[in-house]
């Protein structure tokens, strides 16, 4: 089983998680930036953190044989300090990289009038650079967070089918698909969804435009939930066509309309006397 995660936040993870997650199919990932829990004051700390996920994190996948891509944003939640806003001004030479996929998170977070403006903002930048656009649904007001999403998006210049509305459940599913935009799912040991309830969505709804993601942030969660869903998907009776179309050639259509997806993890060089951690030249 050959798995790519779509959405997993592996600042927040351990070497060990990405040993584990070799083992269990995962060939790569896309890591979207976001808040790290503790509130940044100043779009410089932003700047440092996307450094990282456009190089440490890169560096650190290919140890382990996993290719590793982001995508990059101003997230919902800190959209609304405006010490951070500055940011969005940032965001277009950033968006060239190689390794940047898509523009996000992006989307709501509490619903606020800061978030309508970055959303817009960024929907634009998305179109501008011909990046498909990764949207977070809200946690709290689901349904009327989607519906303002999409409100949003219906009157952007990014077509749905460059647009992947995530962390959708069961009371969002039927709208955010009737959208013509892509459904993500995040699943997660407590919250969110699971993978029993991620077969029942995908009986129900086929496995088109449909990617599973652990998301495995700072919180109780697990790198391992998509082979945890491929799992599932066997016992339920799905075949294994329909697993890979889910766990890789949904995530790969998806992210390769930004027309940099390379899902060959490059080795790293050698390493000075087995340290993981390269520390400059001589």
Request: charged share 25%.
């Amino acid at each position: 089983m050959r798995i790519f995660d779509p959405h997993i936040h592996m600042t927040s993870r351990t070497t060990d998680d990405y040993e584990s997650m070799h083992a269990a199919g995962v060939r790569a990932v896309v890591e979207p930036s976001f808040w790290l829990g503790q509130p940044r004051t100043s779009a410089a700390a932003f700047f440092d953190y996307f450094d990282s996920l456009l190089g440490w994190e890169p560096f650190r996948a290919a140890q382990y044989g996993i290719a590793h891509h982001c995508t990059l944003a101003l997230n919902p939640k800190e959209a609304n300090d405006p010490r951070c806003t500055p940011v969005l001004d940032a965001l277009p030479r950033y968006l060239v990289k190689d390794s940047v996929v898509a523009v996000g998170e992006i989307g709501y977070d509490s619903m606020t009038p800061a978030e309508d403006t970055a959303l817009a903002a960024q929907l634009q930048l998305a179109a501008e650079h011909d990046l498909p656009a990764l949207v977070h649904t809200p946690h709290r007001d689901k349904a009327a967070g989607l519906r303002r999403t999409l409100d949003v998006l219906r009157e952007s210049d990014l077509a749905p089918e460059r647009v992947v509305l995530d962390h959708l459940n069961e009371t969002t599913v039927g709208e955010a698909a009737d959208s013509g935009c892509w459904l993500g799912f995040s699943l997660y040991p407590d919250t969110k969804m699971d993978a029993d309830r991620m077969v029942r969505i995908l009986r129900l709804h086929g496995t088109e435009r449909i990617m599973v993601n652990s998301a495995a942030d700072w919180g109780r969660s697990d790198p391992l939930t998509t082979r945890q869903a491929g799992d599932a998907m066997l016992g339920a009776g799905f075949t294994e066509d329909d697993v890979d179309k889910v766990l890789w050639r949904n995530p790969a259509a998806f992210y390769g309309q930004s027309g940099r997806l390379d899902l060959h993890a490059a080795p790293p060089g050698a390493l000075y006397e087995g340290n993981s951690i390269l520390r400059g030249g001589e």
